[in-house]
């Protein structure tokens, strides 16, 4: 008996990261493992494969696609429907079609992969220290492309012909540079350039080792990278440190040190498993890993006064070479003043960088997107504080379908949020939204997700406070254009945002602690205590308010939050004899008083970092700052890491209730720190109290409203919670008291994921 053998046809579609990543190629050497017939090909919208053959081979086929896709590939749906056979007697690859309104996902940009570096350090290999390396696997992707499908014309590197070597590995589905549209070599790619600040070359056969010597020699360079120019010097160097730090105008902000490679990050740092597994990975972040301060010689200048050193290894072929040759740990820090967007064009970095900068590593690859480097730390698992570099444009996925919304996020550590389908695109990191410039550099990169994921969007989202740029951009953007705007309390949107990244729907009890938010009642909050979910949020307890003395200069100065506390709380002859603040003039201390009794530019406020300025001004750790939340950062690192006797000593605090809100009252908090400065308690153990305060505070509040609401789960979010003691203390507590605890991993606490929390409050609004 002669068996007859079934012969279908099926036709497939992949959704996800699938197109950049090697995944054409892929189907077509496991089409011919299975001995199948057929083609794939790009779409605007997805992989599309027409395979057919026996039964079973077509069984294997698909089970393949998704258990052996490539490594950087991230497949979200497969679909495949099955016809009679058309009698294919081949497999091809065909070109890509466009197809009007349809978007495909897009991958990150790629840190060098193991077979690139190879290639990279190989002396008979034609890319030997080729600074442009890349293939399939890995290389530039985000901050190149200029619109979908992704293919070489749509992206900067249509200006460079390929060699025949090159075109012909391009050209070949067995290579691991098939349709790699960065592809080139040292005969037909980009190229670097050395110059001085004025832009005059620097002849040198090797830029790159010329490069290195004038870093070796405590030169400061901008050097052009995948998405945009990065400040680099000796790490090692206090002075060329210091040097950068005074140009820069960033006195005291923590640097990033980019290290040759794993070895000499741990010469320098401890580094956990999960640490280990975060450096080495495809998206390469800077992470934050606790410093080996006696034993380092990079030295405290780098990040004064923190026991965490943010650390990356080399991403791209430039890095790894640089590192190689100079064999020192540089300082890479983003290639900008102050808080201005990075630089990635040649002639404005050489313009605005210029007063910087001693020399410039230029190329000539177009860099179409701006890309800051990531930052993460590990607490039992990683944890974004910057999402950008290696994470953008990659979405967050959403439990339901949303409309085309455009959430414009808040001011500091901007980013926005477009929504479409299941997918929520949070942008990469933009910056803080205080100047012209990067507000044109939100502007345009709104511009280029709405071209790239084919989305227009129906309603703007925007945070209530009146004077965010975001918000007046929101404002006038829904106005010109006739969309539906919709205000989103800031506090809602931070604890949506955890909800959401952790595909919870709520209700939940929100912690929501941070340093500035607008409230519905006209006040700065930032100590509160939610009922949220989705579609509602009610306040139901916060921290006591105090005056915010001066506005802004009470943010900057931190003595006067704790003058603030001491006076409203303890009495406005409250002596501060004998405290580190009563160095502060007579002459000022007058005017503070006026301003409390009059309440002149000194709006109430909530906020948690407030609090946890005023005791770092009190306890005399900071009196002033240099850097957003600098104050309450040093009282954190000043707790003792064994904390033996004291691991649960606390300061007393009450709670009331007025009227429907709980209020936790502080006075006594407030008195006891004076004391124990007074009685000369050594200041970690005071850091280290005050502490466990804030996470009895948080449990013992969690505990009173989970009795009134029956709600058991807790959503922790805000940037005070990128303080990881306050973070360990709190889930610890919660978990003590039987709640399930929600905290961010996908996108920051901080503001940075402000933007997905009020897209998905505008898509349930009823507004």
Known sequence: MVLTRVVRLAKINVRGVVQGVGFRPFAYRLAREHNLKGWVRNTSGSVEIEVEGDAESLENFLGNLETQAPPMARIEKVKATFYPPKGYTEFEIRESLSQEGKYQLVSPDIATCEDCKRELFSPTDRRFRHPFTNCTNCGPRFTIIEDIPYDRPKTTMRQFEMCPECQQEYDNPLDRRFHAQPNACPKCGPSLELVDSNGNPIEADDAIKA?????????????????????????????????LRARKRRPAKPLAVMAGNLEEVENHCFVSPEERKLLQSPECPIVLLRWKHSSSSIPPAVAPNLKYLGVMLPYTPLHHILLRETGIPLVMTSGNLSEEPIAKDNDEALRRLRGIADYFLLHNRDIYARYD????????????????????????????????????????????????????????????????????????????????????????????????????YALEVSEERGLKSIPVQHHHAHIVSCLVENRVKGPVIGVAFDGTGYGTD?????????????????????????????????????????????????????????????????????IIKQQLKRRVNSPLTSSAGRLFDAVAALAGVRGEIDYEAQAGIELEMLAPDESGEFEEKAYPFSVIKDQAIKVVKLAELISTIVQDI??????????????????????????????????????????????????????????????????????????GGISLGQAVIANFSRI
Request: glycine fraction near 8%.
């Open 211 to 243: 490069a290195s010597d004038l870093l070796k020699a405590g030169k400061i360079l901008a050097i052009r990278g995948l998405g945009g120019f990065q400040l680099a010097c000796d790490a090692t160097n206090e002075e060329a440190i210091n040097f």
């Open 373 to 472: 480097d990531s930052v993460y730390m590990v607490e039992g698992v990683p944890q974004a504080i910057r999402r950008a570099r290696g994470y953008a444009p990659y979405p967050i996925f959403l439990p339901f379908k949303a409309k085309p919304i455009l959430a414009c996020g808040a001011e500091l550590k901007n980013t926005f949020c477009l929504t479409k389908d299941e997918h929520a695109f949070l942008s990469q990191h933009i910056g803080d939204m205080e100047n012209e410039e990067t507000l044109d550099h939100f502007e345009n990169t709104i511009g280029l997700y709405k071209k790239l994921f084919r989305i227009e969007p129906e309603i703007v989202a925007y945070d209530m406070h009146p004077e965010y740029l975001s918000t007046k």
């Open 522 to 590: 006209g006040t700065i909050w930032g100590g509160e205590f939610l009922l949220a979910d989705y579609h509602r949020c009610q306040r139901v307890g916060h921290l006591e308010y105090v005056p915010l003395l001066g506005g802004v200069a009470a943010i900057n100065k931190p003595y006067r939050m704790a003058l603030s506390y001491l006076y409203t709380l303890l009495g406005e002859d409250f002596s501060v004899e004998g405290l580190p603040i009563s160095k502060v003039n007579s002459a000022e201390l007058d």
């Open 678 to 751: 007074r009685n000369q308690v050594p200041t970690p153990i005071i850091s280290l109290k005050f502490h466990n305060t804030m996470a009895q505070i948080i449990a013992k509040m969690c505990k009173t409203i989970a009795r009134e609401s029956g709600i058991n789960k807790v959503a922790l979010s805000g940037g005070v919670f990128q303080n990881r003691l306050l973070q360990k203390l709190a889930v610890s507590a919660l978990h003590k008291d039987g709640f399930t605890v929600l905290t961010h991993h996908l996108v920051p606490c901080n503001d």
